[in-house]
Structures are given as structure tokens and as C-alpha cells.
Nanobody, 117 residues
Framework: QVQLVESGGGLVQAGDSLTLTCAAS????????MGWYRQAPGKQREMVAT???????DYADSVIGRFSITRDNAKSTVTLHMNNLKSEDTGRYYC???????????WGQGTQVTVSS
């Protein structure tokens, strides 16, 4: 059974940093491109960053230069380092296999990030 547990969110001020962690289990982690996604109130879920099993990453234009995604294949974890946070980064952040975005299953509870300006 696929399980994805996100943690690390919180309430921060603009310009602060946060690190989100996703612990994955129940599937062959190394086989999948993993990603972080976010959903703001009233908006659709959007891709924030993805990382292939090689470590190569892609980012949404809005976070380039501020966010960094990494993965630890031995521990089956995906980490999102977020710097210089802005109010528009506010939302609930989820991790998942990229193949499940946007309408697949196995979405976890997510972790809330709130950035006050």
C-alpha cells in the first residue's frame, strides 16, 4: 500500500525558509520520478518541483532560484528546501509520484505552509 507522509510545514514570514520532507513507502521508490505539489485555497493543485531517480530536477518558474528538491533513494524520502518564501507560496504541499499528477490517487494529507507578508 502506497503511503506518503509530508511534514515540515508551518507559519512563517516572507523571506523565511522552510524544509519539507516526504517519507514514502509501499512501492519501489527508485523507479519513480517524485514531486512536490501545492494547492492554494480556490486554486487547482500545481506542480512545484520534480526530481528523477538520477537527482535531476525541474521547477515551476515561480520557484526557480528559491526552492531546491532532493531525494534520498536509500531512505525513500523527498525533501523540498524553500528559501525566500513569499505570500504566494502559501498553500497545502503534497508529495507524490509524478505520474499521479494531477488526477491520480495516493495523495497524502499534505503539510500546510502559510507565509505572512
Amino acid at each position: 500500500q502506497v503511503q506518503l507522509v509530508e511534514s515540515g510545514g508551518g507559519l512563517v514570514q516572507a523571506g523565511d525558509s522552510l524544509t519539507l520532507t516526504c517519507a514514502a513507502s509501499g512501492f519501489e521508490f527508485l523507479w519513480y520520478t517524485m514531486g512536490w505539489y501545492r494547492q492554494a485555497p480556490g486554486k487547482q493543485r500545481e506542480m512545484v518541483a520534480t526530481v528523477r531517480n538520477t537527482g535531476d530536477a525541474d521547477y515551476a518558474d515561480s520557484v526557480i532560484g528559491r526552492f531546491s528538491i532532493t531525494r534520498d533513494n536509500a531512505k525513500s524520502t523527498v525533501t523540498l528546501h524553500m528559501n525566500n518564501l513569499k505570500s504566494e507560496d502559501t498553500g497545502r504541499y503534497y508529495c507524490n509520484q509524478h505520474i499521479k499528477f494531477p488526477n491520480g490517487d495516493n495523495w497524502g494529507q499534505g503539510t500546510q505552509v502559510t507565509v505572512s507578508s
